[in-house]
């Protein structure tokens, strides 16, 4: 196995991001269908105020991974395997061939209204820089309460961790984390307390909703980074879509899996590069490239070149 494509989750999101997807047709083909399937112009989700909510902030991570993953395959063909972080699991699942791109957007659109009416204010993510998983587990302790709580969410690389909850509980805990030694505290765009136990009602409601779409086994290797191995089941990997919102994430041991499993080109979808740096970091004798940044044309040939060491 040598080319993982990755797809990343809310917090990733930019201004303009439909708007500067390379002009193609299969571009086009991804807009136009999911304008068809939602009823609504895609195009006007990617603006400064609309990214301010969620549903459009999904939706555009949704159609981006999808339009450009299909971009690069129409190019240089499959990848080998795909991982999604949060969000980026829908399109991941959708280019595995796991979930249609019409059931994907139905489901993504009602995973955001649900995780916004749940917690439309008030919580948040912020993560801490400089810590190690121990210590902050430590102090989250300190702090969480019935009225103050707050989790443990991702767990990007050994010292890169995110925390989720209510956010007086993310304030003191981010002052704790600096005075015992973080190299830095960073707020999140993201305005609901993702991944974990809070959404696990909404979760549940998502389940319910999806329980009727239809799922096939994974064309290619699919990693479900909830619990950071590879899934092949097809309800498995629905019970993970729908429940992740409410699971911690962890990037950095499904990174650690890929590259055992032989990944050596990762690609991530626009709009960010923040899963490329993880991975350089994670897989230093890999090569991590993300597709906002680099020619279509290059990935391209990383691709083939790639293909051409497997046979």
Request: overall charge negative.
């Amino acid at each position: 196995m040598s080319t993982l494509f990755t797809f990343p989750g809310q917090g990733a999101q930019r201004v303009r991001m439909l708007h500067d997807l390379p002009h193609d047709t299969m571009i086009r083909d991804a807009l136009d269908e999911a304008c068809d399937t939602l009823g609504l112009d895609v195009l006007t989700l990617d603006s400064e105020a609309a990214l301010r909510s969620s549903v459009p902030t999904q939706l555009c991570l949704l159609v981006a991974g999808v339009a450009m993953a299909r971009h690069l395959i129409a190019q240089a063909g499959l990848p080998d395997a795909v991982a999604g972080f949060s969000i980026g699991a829908y399109p991941a699942a959708v280019i595995a061939s796991v979930l249609s791109y019409q059931d994907a957007l139905v489901a993504v659109a009602n995973r955001a209204r649900l995780m916004e009416a749940a917690y439309p204010s008030g919580f948040g993510m912020v993560a801490i820089l400089g810590l190690e998983q121990p210590v902050l587990q430590a102090l989250i302790a300190q702090v969480h309460t019935s009225q103050t709580p707050v989790y443990l969410a991702n767990i990007n690389a050994p010292t890169q961790l995110v925390i989720a909850g209510a956010e007086p509980a993310l304030m003191r805990v981010s002052e704790l984390a600096r005075e015992r030694g973080a190299h830095g505290t960073k707020t999140i765009a993201i305005s609901v307390p993702s991944h974990c136990e809070l959404l696990a009602e909404p979760a549940a409601h998502l389940a319910q909703a999806m329980s009727a779409m239809h799922v096939s086994a994974p064309r290619l290797r699919y990693y479900g980074v909830s619990h950071g191995r590879e899934l092949r089941d097809p309800q498995c990997i629905a019970h993970d879509l729908a429940h992740n919102m409410a699971l911690p994430a962890h990037w950095h041991e499904t990174s650690l899996l890929a590259g055992e499993r032989g990944a050596r080109l990762i690609v991530e979808m626009p709009p960010s590069n923040v899963l490329t740096k993880l991975a350089a970091a994670a897989l230093p004798d890999g090569l991590a490239v993300a597709a906002a940044d680099t020619r279509v044309d290059t990935i391209a040939a990383l691709m083939a070149r790639e293909a051409q060491r497997d046979r």
